[in-house]
């Protein structure tokens, strides 16, 4: 969901449910698009389950074209995405990121228990079966610790010096803008202060229309946390991989780990330029 949500970013569009937000075709219209790079002939809205059952059918038909798989091999099917099979779903959602961004750090060797019953005559029968949803990874394919990892494990006392240290730099850059953080855990949760931070950092100026600076809903901060993490990862400073959900959410974890991103690189532009970035006109 976190990479379908970063790619459809541009055109507003927050996947809440795979199960609910797949099955129409809607959506896998608008990230087929955007991954392939291809313009499908069909009704941007279906509004009657048969217009939706169709506009299905022709997305799924180019998606096995480019994923190169018959539809006989497949292990989706217009029936399964359109009532609402979760398993089928992640099997094609997993096909179209291995083919599309290979380097998307799915984990490694998920494996599915499926349990089928049938009802008998003499009662109910059921058989069991494992489904792999991902591949064998290697050791590469496992996400390094971060500094974070090691101090909250290993030095949970040190936690807060780190977060004086980081809201006395915060404070530094945002008090031009009139603006000052108290509490790193919860301030940061809506995306608008960070969102304000990257533009002080890096010169970036953002129009209002691109973010919500009085956020009033969940979808909203996830709206502003996903934008400014794309800004990160757009301009290299985002080092590890980060949920927006978990920033949404108040982890302090995840927080303090975009943060130290930041905090780390304008650190360093100091000392290569022997004085600060200054800050944007």
Known sequence: MEWINAELLPEHIVVRSLEEDMFDGLILHHLFQKLAGLKLDVEEIALTAANQRRKLTVVLEAANQSLQVEEQQAQWSVETIFNKDLLATLHLLVALAEHFQPDLPLPANVQVEVI??????SGLKSEKLVERLTGCGTDKDQPSKDVFDELFKLAPEKVNAVKEAIVNFVNQKLDRLGLSVQNLDTQFADGVI????????????????????????????????????????????????????????????STLRVLYCLFCKHKLEENTDGMPQGPPS
Do not use: C, W
């Open 194 to 253: 960070l969102l304000l931070l990257i533009g002080q950092l890096r010169g970036f100026f953002l129009h209002l229309k691109e973010f919500y600076l009085t956020p009033s809903s969940p979808a909203e901060m996830l709206h502003n946390v996903t934008l400014a993490l794309e800004l990160l990862k757009d301009e290299g400073l985002l080092n590890y991989a980060v949920s927006p959900e978990d920033i949404v959410n108040k982890d302090a974890k």
């Open 116 to 121: 089928t019953m049938e009802s008998t005559k």
